[in-house]
């Protein structure tokens, strides 16, 4: 299918039109089951997400996603359920998914990042799905090797052949001990593709502009908790043909072929207003690829339904019960059964506590937590700068300290030819001509030898033996 998507070439983001699938790569269902993570949300029992599998598959193929995947919290099983499901349908097109919560340190969680481990179906090359108990298996030691530490986590992901994206990773997963600028900027080093957050605010800027610094491929996720985001944000991924044009993939082993090869981009349902003509990236991400007001809110309010219908427990019941009671006990008795009384009185204590819940979560929490999302952000985007200008200048004083080196070595090597050259000079100055005894040979060694036993070796008796190393004349022979 025809996108306009979005990728990193060349440290740049750019929109182009590309030939493609989609998938939701991060998204969640019921099994991501463990209580909101805050105080009010844990007393009322509020768990993270209530969404049924089939609901889940149904958005994604209405909203367009050609391949479907689970991303739950240290789990799979929701992804297995969906990739049965859609088997029964008819349909291979899903991928074992699973986001895994990684200590930062050995066996310390007071920091902690989200891991998204692409494909575990399709682990170390296999090109046909793994079986459920493989990947359970494979789940179990991911979930042991989380707690020894982000870089261990990550060198078994490589060893075991996991495909794997760091998921949000300016968004701070513990905001009592957030990260530093400098602990995200070295988690980044070394990485070859980043995940933005369907629901983030300027975190996304943050990543977008780490994609560009390391030329880092992009990809996307809704990260939706509830079905009103589904499919909404997404990766999109391609294969290249014979001729080197990009073309939809056609298998979910292409698809996580593709998704290590970094032939990824992302993209989205919604569309930048008329009168930006000239976007930039605050733009793109406003419009496109953060959660809305209106889809917050849609959110919340689908997050307060789902509390009220799905899962009961001992912590909703006896929370509820305080508006079952009174209702039960004094109002509706009067004129209606007993029976009809508590099923009107639990009715409407659902109803309060709904309305209750949503009106909190709309004026009160994502309020809070957008606040101190935004100064978390803006902090760690400023430490980000700082570590980078850090890393600038000792670049630039080892630079200097280099360039001095060899400024020094160069001197060093300059005053030895000098002296060498001084050494050659003074030998050469002092040094003799040879005297010349030459070897006398045949007669004229013979000739010489005779005049100096005769006349001696004064100069003046010396004879010129010249005529002894001429040629005789020989007489002419008469006839």
Same mark, same amino acid.
């Given at each position: 299918?025809?996108?306009?998507?979005?990728?990193?070439?060349?440290?740049?983001?750019?929109?182009?039109?590309?030939?493609?699938?989609?998938?939701?790569?991060?998204?969640?269902?019921?099994?991501?089951?463990?209580?909101?993570?805050?105080?009010?949300?844990?007393?009322?029992?509020?768990?993270?997400?209530?969404?049924?599998?089939?609901?889940?598959?149904?958005?994604?193929?209405?909203?367009?996603?050609?391949?479907?995947?689970?991303?739950?919290?240290?789990?799979?099983?929701? #992804?297995?359920?969906?990739?049965?499901?859609?088997? %029964?349908?008819?349909?291979?097109?899903?991928?074992?998914?699973?986001?895994?919560?990684?200590?930062?340190?050995?066996?310390?969680?007071?920091?902690?990042?989200?891991?998204?481990?692409?494909?575990?179906?399709?682990?170390?090359?296999?090109?046909?799905?793994?079986?459920?108990?493989?990947?359970?298996?494979?789940?179990?030691?991911?979930?042991?090797?989380?707690?020894?530490?982000?870089?261990?986590?990550?060198?078994?992901? %490589?060893?075991?052949?996991?495909?794997?994206?760091?998921?949000?990773?300016?968004?701070?997963?513990?905001?009592?001990?957030?990260?530093?600028?400098?602990?995200?900027?070295?988690?980044?080093?070394?990485?070859?593709?980043?995940?933005?957050?369907?629901?983030?605010?300027?975190?996304?800027?943050?990543?977008?502009?780490? #994609?560009?610094?390391?030329?880092? #491929?992009?990809?996307?996720?809704?990260?939706?908790?509830?079905?009103?985001?589904?499919?909404?944000?997404?990766?999109?991924?391609?294969?290249?043909?014979?001729?080197?044009?990009?073309?939809?993939?056609?298998?979910?082993?292409?698809?996580?072929?593709?998704?290590?090869?970094?032939?990824?981009?992302?993209?989205?349902?919604?569309? $930048?207003?008329?009168?930006?003509?000239?976007?930039?990236?605050?733009?793109?991400?406003?419009?496109?690829?953060?959660?809305?007001?209106?889809?917050? *809110?849609?959110?919340?309010?689908?997050?307060?339904?789902?509390?009220?219908?799905?899962?009961?427990?001992?912590?909703?019941?006896?929370?509820?019960?305080?508006?079952?009671?009174?209702?039960?006990?004094?109002?509706?008795?009067?004129? $209606?059964?007993?029976?009809?009384?508590?099923?009107?009185?639990?009715?409407?204590?659902?109803?309060?506590?709904?309305?209750?819940?949503?009106?909190?979560?709309?004026?009160?929490?994502?309020?809070?937590?957008? *606040?101190?999302?935004?100064?978390?952000?803006?902090?760690?985007?400023?430490?980000?700068?700082?570590?980078?200008?850090?890393?600038?200048?000792?670049?630039?004083?080892?630079?200097?300290?280099?360039?001095?080196?060899?400024?020094?070595?160069?001197?060093?090597?300059?005053?030895?030819?000098?002296?060498?050259?001084?050494?050659?000079?003074?030998?050469?100055?002092?040094?003799?001509?040879?005297?010349?005894?030459? %070897?006398?040979?045949?007669?004229? %060694?013979?000739?010489?030898?005779?005049?100096?036993?005769?006349?001696?070796?004064?100069?003046?008796? $010396?004879?010129?033996?010249?005529?002894?190393?001429?040629?005789?004349?020989?007489?002419?022979?008469?006839?």
């Amino acid at each position: 299918m025809l996108r306009d998507v979005y990728i990193q070439e060349n440290g740049k983001i750019k929109l182009v039109s590309m030939d493609c699938s989609s998938i939701d790569l991060h998204c969640h269902s019921k099994y991501s089951n463990s209580f909101i993570p805050h105080k009010v949300t844990r007393f009322l029992g509020v768990r993270e997400c209530y969404t049924p599998i089939k609901k889940i598959s149904s958005i994604l193929e209405k909203r367009g996603r050609e391949y479907q995947t689970i991303s739950d919290h240290d789990e799979v099983e929701g #992804a297995l359920e969906l990739r049965r499901y859609r088997l %029964k349908k008819g349909h291979e097109d899903v991928i074992v998914g699973g986001e895994y919560t990684v200590a930062i340190e050995p066996r310390c969680f007071d920091q902690t990042i989200h891991v998204n481990c692409v494909g575990l179906d399709y682990s170390n090359g296999a090109t046909s799905p793994l079986p459920d108990h493989k990947v359970r298996t494979l789940n179990r030691k991911l979930l042991r090797q989380r707690e020894c530490g982000e870089k261990e986590f990550i060198k078994f992901c %490589k060893g075991e052949g996991v495909p794997y994206v760091k998921s949000h990773i300016a968004l701070q997963c513990t905001p009592k001990k957030p990260l530093s600028g400098e602990q995200l900027y070295r988690l980044m080093e070394g990485e070859d593709k980043i995940e933005l957050n369907g629901d983030s605010q300027l975190e996304n800027l943050i990543e977008l502009d780490i #994609a560009q610094r390391n030329k880092l #491929a992009i990809c996307c996720g809704t990260d939706a908790h509830t079905k009103e985001r589904l499919g909404n944000q997404f990766t999109v991924a391609w294969k290249l043909n014979s001729e080197g044009e990009p073309t939809p993939v056609e298998t979910p082993a292409e698809l996580v072929d593709a998704f290590i090869n970094n032939n990824i981009g992302m993209g989205s349902t919604h569309s $930048l207003p008329e009168n930006i003509t000239n976007p930039s990236l605050a733009d793109i991400v406003f419009y496109q690829f953060n959660g809305t007001t209106k889809n917050l *809110q849609r959110d919340t309010m689908r997050g307060s339904v789902d509390y009220v219908t799905y899962e009961w427990g001992w912590r909703k019941a006896i929370f509820l019960g305080i508006f079952v009671l009174p209702v039960a006990l004094f109002n509706v008795p009067l004129v $209606l059964p007993d029976f009809t009384a508590w099923g009107l009185g639990f009715g409407g204590g659902a109803l309060v506590l709904g309305l209750s819940g949503t009106a909190l979560f709309y004026k009160g929490i994502p309020a809070t937590e957008r *606040q101190g999302d935004r100064k978390r952000a803006k902090k760690l985007y400023g430490g980000i700068n700082e570590y980078i200008a850090h890393l600038e200048t000792e670049s630039q004083r080892e630079g200097i300290i280099e360039l001095k080196d060899q400024i020094e070595k160069l001197n060093g090597q300059i005053e030895d030819h000098h002296i060498e050259t001084q050494e050659i000079y003074r030998h050469h100055a002092n040094k003799e001509l040879p005297i010349l005894n030459p %070897k006398l040979k045949g007669f004229t %060694k013979l000739a010489r030898w005779f005049v100096n036993l005769y006349c001696g070796e004064n100069k003046e008796d $010396l004879v010129d033996t010249s005529a002894f190393t001429q040629p005789i004349e020989q007489e002419p022979t008469e006839e």
